[in-house]
Structure formats: structure tokens, C-alpha cells
């Protein structure tokens, strides 16, 4: 590749927020160890292409509602497009655009035949009836139609949105092309081509690499103490997954609020009392805490898995723990990062901690497009083979430098990345 600065003329930077820039910061990071020329990088700095769309939505009482929706594809050398679909009073696209790229980091690093991409709508959906966010869900489907297709971006859940969701994507695609067309979305409901598995599976990743980094680490106590922030689908089923494994869970929280128990909770107990007050705020066997208490509670393991930016550089010289594992994404700012390293802190990044989910999505991609059915077992067991593999080499390359975990996994993704533009070349 020639050399040069590889300077972009003119090109619109509306997407540059502070999530874009915090993600770019992860690049350049990264970037700067593997001494990446310009002509490699500048490319790599912005999306390959932005979308945004007017979603007008009739309401239940007739009214219509204008609202603002997003699909960005961050990179596709590797393949087609590959994000979720978020709903949130708080999208734009500078958070779209930062999330695509995260999910172009994670397939490369993951070794699936896929781009990033991601898309979102600007809403409450708390606000909208059923009705409502389907009228929402096929009006912005018919919005992007240009955009996406099984060989082109495949959309999944993400924030507040979920099967439901999916399903009224599909059929919206497949209507408008007169046939059922499965491999257009994942994450949709099993009875129509949905997964085995895939609900739990962000989850189980989590706590899958949780252990992993628990046993490299050689964490010395025979039941680690593990402290979650977000007890949604994803905290949920780390804390169950550990706690199985013999982790002693001494602190859990919501949206609402946290408990604390040093000595542990029990967490079939504590599932018992969210099923029935839909919080684990006011469980009597343990005592309350805020959700940035529990950032700073005493553990071997953090496991952060509710929204970005909890781990920031006014709370990360407080944090009390061993190994963060990212169960969200961009729970911690690069300033938290530095500061962590500095105290020995180990961050186990969001881009292999929580990647289980669109690992999964990948072979519900694959059984749609070839009309096949995996077990849940058979769904798993090649989830953990494609894990193991992605840690060991992560693990292989913060050897060498020495790097953090989190920029090893980057040089491991971008690499990827870079050979596949070199190869591909530069057209025309």
C-alpha cells in the first residue's frame, strides 16, 4: 500500500459526538501500536456510509408523530452489514455511527463473514402502545429498505427493542419482496427461524469469559466475589451463569436502585423477588445501594452490564476490583481505561465479552439461509469453540507488547480489518 497521510477532503463530520469520538479513541489507540500509515487508517476514521431517515408514524389517536431514525455501515470488507436496531429518546447519529463500529470490531475479531453496521430510532418507546411501535418498526423498516437484505445488512435486536420487534421487520421485508426471506433479520422468534438460545446468549458469553479471565488470571479465592451493574437479559443470566459456577454474587442492580450482601446473595432467592416486585430493589437479605455505590464495591470481578460511559476518570481510582468484564458496550471512557492499567486493574473489553450475541445471530443467519435447525447444545458448544479461540489469541497478544487486554483485542480485529482492504484493494 503507498504511503501518504490519507487526509479525507470535505467530508462531513455531523456524526462526531462524544460516543464517536470515544470509539475513534479506541482505534487510534490501537492504530498507533500496529504503526498504521495514513493510507490505512483515514478510511477507517469515518463510516462508509450514513442513512437518515424521517419515520412519520400514525398514533392510536390519529395523530402522526415525525420522528428521526439512523442505519450507518461502519465497514463491509469482511462481508455484509451486522447491528441491532435500538430504540431510545437519546439516539442519534453520532451513537449509531459509534456503534456500528464497535460491531465491525467484534466480527472481525470473532471470525464471522460480517461488516458493522447499526440503526436506530429516536423515541420513547415507553411512551407508544403496541400498535403504535408497529406502525414505528415497518414505517422505518420501509426506510432503510435500501440499505439492508441477507447479503447486504442484517439487523438485530438491541436496546428496548427485541423477537417482536424482528419479527415485524421480516415480515415487512418479505412482503415488500413478495416472500419469506428469514436470513433478512436475527433475533426473531424461534417458531419463525429464530435460534436456539440466542436470548441467553449475551449472557452466557459474559460469564463465559468471566470464568475464562478468572482461571488466566489465576484468581486466588476458590469462589470469586462478583458484583453486576444491570440486571436485565443480560445481567440476569451472568449472575445466574456464575453463580451456578460456584461465584459468590455479593452485589446486583437495576434501574431502580442495588442490594449488597458481602457475604453473597442467594440468587435463586433473588430471582424469586424480581419475578415478583420486577426489582431487586427492597430484597430483605441484603442492604441498598446506588448504582455508582456498586462501581466501587469491594470484588475480583466487575461485571458492567447496563449502558455506557459507568466507569469514567471521576470514579475509576475507586473502583475495587481485580478484572472488569464488559458485559455493555462502552461502559468504560479510554481516560478510566488509563487510569485502571495504571492501578492493575484488568478490563476484559466489550468487544469479546459481549460478542456472543452476534456470534449467535451469525448462525442464525446461516440455518435461515440454508433453511437448517441446531440445537441448543449444538448452538452453544460452537459458540464456546469460537470464544475459546478469540481468548486465546487475545490472551497470546497482550503477551507481546505487553498490551491491555482491550488493545490486544483491537490489533487482533483491525489486522483483520486491514488485510481484507489490502486484498480487496482500492476502487477504482
Excluded at 415485524?168 to 422468534?189: A, C, E, L, Q, R
Excluded at 442467594?266 to 423477588?273: A, P, Q, R, T
Aim: charged share 20%; net charge neutral; hydrophobic share 40%.
Amino acid at each position: 500500500m503507498a504511503e501518504g497521510n490519507g487526509k479525507s477532503e470535505n467530508f462531513p463530520n455531523e456524526w462526531e459526538n462524544d460516543d464517536y469520538l470515544m470509539a475513534l479513541a479506541r482505534l487510534d489507540q490501537a492504530a498507533h501500536s500496529m504503526n498504521l500509515d495514513g493510507c490505512q487508517l483515514a478510511p477507517l476514521r469515518q463510516p462508509k456510509r450514513c442513512l437518515c431517515v424521517t419515520v412519520p408514524t400514525r398514533m392510536d389517536d390519529g395523530s402522526v408523530r415525525v420522528l428521526s431514525g439512523y442505519r450507518v455501515h461502519y465497514d463491509l470488507s469482511l462481508g455484509p452489514g451486522k447491528g441491532g436496531i435500538r430504540f431510545h429518546p437519546g439516539v442519534n447519529l453520532g451513537e449509531v455511527a459509534a456503534m456500528a463500529m464497535l460491531m465491525t470490531w467484534k466480527c472481525a475479531l470473532m471470525s464471522l463473514p460480517f461488516g458493522g453496521a447499526h440503526g436506530g430510532v429516536k423515541v420513547d418507546p415507553r411512551q407508544l402502545s403496541r400498535t403504535e411501535l408497529e406502525r414505528l418498526t415497518r414505517r422505518y423498516t420501509s426506510e432503510i429498505l435500501q440499505l439492508i437484505g441477507p447479503s447486504e445488512d442484517i439487523p438485530g435486536p438491541d436496546l428496548n427493542t427485541n423477537e417482536q420487534t424482528m419479527a415485524w421487520v421480516m415480515d415487512t421485508y418479505s412482503v415488500n419482496h413478495g416472500f419469506t426471506i428469514p436470513s433478512i433479520v436475527t433475533g426473531k422468534p424461534k417458531s419463525i427461524g429464530g435460534s436456539l438460545g440466542l436470548l441467553k446468549s449475551v449472557g452466557y458469553g459474559v460469564a463465559y469469559c468471566a470464568k475464562r479471565a478468572a482461571k488466566e488470571f489465576a484468581l486466588k479465592s476458590n469462589s470469586p466475589k462478583v458484583v453486576i451493574q444491570g440486571l436485565g437479559q443480560v445481567g440476569s443470566v451472568v449472575a445466574r451463569s456464575l453463580y451456578d459456577a460456584g461465584f459468590t454474587v455479593v452485589a446486583v442492580s437495576d434501574a431502580h436502585g442495588g442490594i449488597y450482601n458481602p457475604k453473597g446473595l442467594n440468587v435463586s432467592d433473588l430471582e424469586k423477588h424480581l419475578k415478583n416486585y420486577g426489582s431487586a430493589v427492597g430484597y430483605k437479605e441484603a442492604q441498598p445501594v446506588s448504582n455508582q455505590e456498586l462501581l466501587l464495591i469491594e470484588s475480583d470481578i466487575l461485571a458492567p452490564c447496563a449502558v455506557a460511559n459507568q466507569i469514567t476518570a471521576a470514579n475509576a481510582d475507586k473502583v475495587n476490583c481485580r478484572i472488569v468484564v464488559e458485559g455493555a458496550n462502552l461502559p468504560t471512557t479510554p481516560e478510566a481505561d488509563a487510569i485502571l492499567a495504571d492501578r492493575g486493574i484488568i478490563v476484559l473489553p466489550d468487544i469479546i465479552a459481549n460478542a456472543s450475541g452476534v456470534t449467535v445471530g451469525y448462525f442464525e443467519w446461516v440455518q435461515g439461509l440454508m433453511r437448517l435447525l441446531w440445537s441448543e447444545d449444538e448452538t452453544y458448544h460452537k459458540l464456546d469453540q469460537l470464544l475459546d479461540g478469540a481468548m486465546d489469541k487475545i490472551f497470546a497478544e497482550a503477551k507481546k507488547g505487553p498490551y491491555s487486554l482491550r488493545v490486544a483485542a483491537m490489533r487482533l480485529a483491525l489486522n483483520r480489518i486491514v488485510e481484507a482492504r489490502r486484498l480487496r484493494g482500492l476502487y477504482p
